[in-house]
């Protein structure tokens, strides 16, 4: 890894982890998509699933009192059915299939019809809940957007969706790290990059998340789902175009 390549790595979690750490969601996809960018799938997928796992986990530390166990419980037997499935598989993602599916998450997510009645709370969605978003992680390296499509349409507030969402999600990306880190060792030599980077990008993934915390804090719940809403639609756009030209100039 070069200097200017490292600094705007640390640059780029340090950003998109204040943007987690208000949202939930919208900072994970942009890390991802500068991931996939930069790096090789499985290297991509490994400091991501670092990062997010820090920056998850200690946002659900300093929201402790926000989380609703019942539905980290339920939705954990839904990841754990998605992960053994994947492990038969073995199937690693290309870097354009990546952005596609990252694109095109937001987009799927809102065009979800509310009678289908995805509420996180209701019986039995929890679960279902988990093995979708944790089959996504496992392919695109993130599935906020989804998740959150479970979360908004529960009468749960802004802070109990943030902190009960930081549980699953920190769960999730460890539950990645644990696939691809499997895979490494016969499919995905590429995977590997030196252990200073990840020691670099832990405490700059949980200044963000404070930070983002911060400006939380100051939001009112409309103020919350309005602006959640309108970046993921942006950024969806961008990582479509984006996984389209790479599809092109992969065909020709």
Request: charged share 10%; with cysteine.
């Amino acid at each position: 890894m070069t200097p200017m390549l490292a600094v705007a790595t640390a640059i780029v979690v340090l950003v998109t982890a204040i943007l987690s750490g208000i949202f939930g969601m919208a900072g994970g996809m942009i890390l991802m998509a500068f991931l996939a960018f930069a790096f090789p799938v499985g290297a991509a997928m490994m400091l991501h699933g670092v990062t997010q796992a820090v920056s998850n986990g200690y946002r659900a530390v300093i929201n402790r009192s926000d989380i609703v166990w019942p539905i980290v419980a339920t939705n954990m037997v839904g990841a754990a059915l998605a992960l053994a499935l994947f492990l038969l598989m073995s199937f690693v993602p290309d870097k354009a299939t990546v952005l596609l599916l990252l694109g095109a998450i937001p987009f799927i997510a809102f065009s979800i019809p509310k009678s289908w009645g995805l509420d996180i709370t209701r019986p039995f969605i929890s679960p279902i809940c988990g093995f979708v978003v944790t089959a996504l992680t496992l392919t695109a390296g993130v599935a906020g957007p989804i998740l959150d499509v479970f979360f908004v349409r529960s009468h749960l507030t802004r802070h109990q969706i943030v902190a009960t969402k930081a549980v699953t999600q920190t769960l999730q990306h460890l539950t990645k790290l644990l696939y691809f880190g499997l895979l490494a060792a016969h499919l995905l030599p590429e995977a590997g990059l030196p252990w200073w980077v990840y020691v670099m990008v832990a405490p700059l993934a949980m200044l963000g998340t404070t930070l983002g915390k911060m400006v939380l804090d100051r939001m009112n719940d409309g103020q919350f789902k309005s602006w959640s809403r309108n970046i993921l639609f942006v950024l969806g756009a961008i990582l479509i175009w984006q996984g389209l030209e790479l599809l092109l100039k992969q065909e020709f």
